[in-house]
């Protein structure tokens, strides 16, 4: 993908992530959705297992398996419809997509900056502060621009 169009997917990636927001607030009920829907609904476990054409016993199993993350996106979309819900599944940054990207870049700007600044010490042409921080600051900006494909090879 082009550089430009990395950008525009970015934001408006962000965008649409940004409605989900809130999402990262919420907590896991302690017995899971499934058991907490169906039982503010008022819904036994024997009537979900008629809805789903499952056996009461594979309900609970569904239920007990929910918390640890144990089931398939085909099984909690197929619940989700049995109790008349929607199932819900997105990857929800902690910031931004952009602010991920900034800060990757940030990290790996700052230790290619050390290595040079290092070598630039050694030959007595060291940069001043200011210098510095303006070469960081047009690092940055250009890897997040560019996000070239060794960008993410450096771990935070």
């Known amino acids: 993908m082009k550089t430009k169009y990395k950008q525009i997917a970015r934001r408006q990636l962000d965008a649409t992530l940004a409605k989900f927001s809130e999402v990262r607030k919420v907590q896991l009920p302690p017995k899971g959705w499934i ?6 609904l008022g819904m036994s476990g024997k009537q979900l297992a008629g809805r789903l054409n499952v056996s009461q016993p594979r ?5 007990q398996s929910e918390p640890s993350g144990a089931l398939t996106l085909k ?3 197929q619940v989700a419809e049995a109790l008349d819900c929607v199932f819900v599944y997105a990857l929800v940054p902690r910031s931004t997509l952009e602010e991920t990207v900034r800060a990757q870049a940030r990290a ?9 600044s290092h070598t630039m010490l050694l030959e007595a042409q060291g940069l001043s502060t200011k210098e ?7 690092a940055i900006e250009e890897l997040a621009r560019e996000t070239p494909k060794d960008l993410w090879d450096m771990k935070p």
């Open 35 to 40: 058991r907490a829907v169906r039982e503010a």
């Open 108 to 116: 790996v700007a700052t230790e290619r900056l050390q290595r040079v």
């Open 59 to 63: 309900v609970h199993k569904l239920e």
């Open 132 to 138: 510095q921080q303006a070469s960081l600051d047009d």
């Open 75 to 77: 099984t909690m979309r």
